[in-house]
């Protein structure tokens, strides 16, 4: 189950969504950190914004950060899942959808986000849990 790897997920609320100006502050070395974010409208799940839709939809068209809204750049059709979903489940489907975030929802409620990095940690960690079984049955 994914509840492990899961963290509670950081949420935009523009008082109305998407008129909210996108607001990003350089780093000295002039990289642009974006936590991916959920974007509510109410309690319901309208969007994803992460570093990939600024980079594509700002950097790359040369639009300025203060005058672009975050409607015009976050992901509208977003893929989702439950909590009673495997790891191995979300690792299949991000694989397969080529995507880095699923927001987890609860009767259509956004209660965590999950990133390829919270799957591919989980995995590593429950074989490294098996290696270390195993080892114990061999020297036994």
């Known amino acids: 189950l994914i509840w492990f790897a899961m963290r509670p997920p950081p949420a935009v609320k523009p008082p109305e969504l998407g008129q909210a100006p996108l607001?990003?502050?350089e780093t000295p070395s002039g990289t642009i950190p974006v936590e991916p974010a959920v974007v509510l409208e109410g309690d319901r799940l309208a969007g994803i914004f992460s570093e990939r839709d600024y980079a594509r939809q700002v950097v790359l068209l040369g639009k300025s950060s203060r005058e672009t809204q975050v409607r015009e750049i976050m992901t509208h059709k977003v893929l989702c899942v439950r909590p009673d979903q495997t790891v191995d489940e979300c690792m299949g489907l991000m694989t397969a959808k080529r995507v880095r975030h699923l927001p987890v929802l609860d009767h259509k409620k956004v209660i965590g986000v999950i990133s390829i990095?919270?799957?591919?940690?989980e995995v590593i960690s429950e074989q490294q849990a098996?290696?270390?079984?195993?080892?114990?049955y061999i020297h036994s």
């Not at 098996?130 to 114990?136: G, V, Y």
């Open 130 to 136: 098996m290696i270390e079984q195993l080892e114990h």
């Open 23 to 25: 607001v990003v502050n």
């Open 117 to 121: 990095g919270d799957v591919v940690k």
